[in-house]
Nanobody
Framework: QVQLVESGGGLVQAGDSLSVSCGPS????????MAWFRQVLGKEREFVAA????????NYADSVKGRFTISRDGVKNTVTLQMNSLKPEDTAVYYC????????????????????WGQGTQVTVSS
C-alpha cells in the first residue's frame, strides 16, 4: 500500500521560516496533484496549497498567499511547502496528500480529491 511520509516541521517563532516535505514511503507512483492541508485540534482540516504534477500549476489558500510556496521534484517524486513569515495562527498538524487519478470530481482544494495521505507533521509557531 502506497503511503506518504512527511518530514520537517517543528517549533519556530513568529516571523521565522520553515519547510515541510513529503514523498512516497515506497515506490514512486503517478500522480495528478499533490497538496498540503492542515488541521487544528477540534477544527476541520483546511486546504493550504496544491500543485499539479504535469504542468506545475499552483493553488493557495488566501491565508497563506505570498508567504507559502509549494514546489515539486519530479525526480524524487516529492513535494515541499516552504513557509515564510510564519504566524501563530499557522500552528497546526500539516498533512500531505496525493491525487493519483485526476478525476476532478471536486476542486483541487477539496480534501475529497485526495486518496493518499501522510500521517501529519506538527508545526508550532510561538508568538
Amino acid at each position: 500500500q502506497v503511503q506518504l511520509v512527511e518530514s520537517g516541521g517543528g517549533l519556530v517563532q513568529a516571523g521565522d521560516s520553515l519547510s515541510v516535505s513529503c514523498g512516497p514511503s515506497g515506490r514512486a507512483f503517478g500522480t495528478y496533484a499533490m497538496a498540503w492541508f492542515r488541521q487544528v485540534l477540534g477544527k476541520e482540516r483546511e486546504f493550504v496549497a496544491a500543485i499539479t504534477w504535469r504542468n506545475g500549476n499552483k493553488n493557495y489558500a488566501d491565508s497563506v498567499k505570498g508567504r507559502f510556496t509549494i514546489s515539486r521534484d519530479g525526480v524524487k517524486n516529492t513535494v515541499t511547502l516552504q513557509m515564510n513569515s510564519l504566524k501563530p495562527e499557522d500552528t497546526a498538524v500539516y498533512y500531505c496528500a496525493a491525487d493519483p487519478y485526476g478525476r476532478r470530481e471536486y476542486t483541487i482544494g477539496d480534501a475529497r480529491s485526495y486518496h493518499i495521505w501522510g500521517q501529519g507533521t506538527q508545526v508550532t509557531v510561538s508568538s
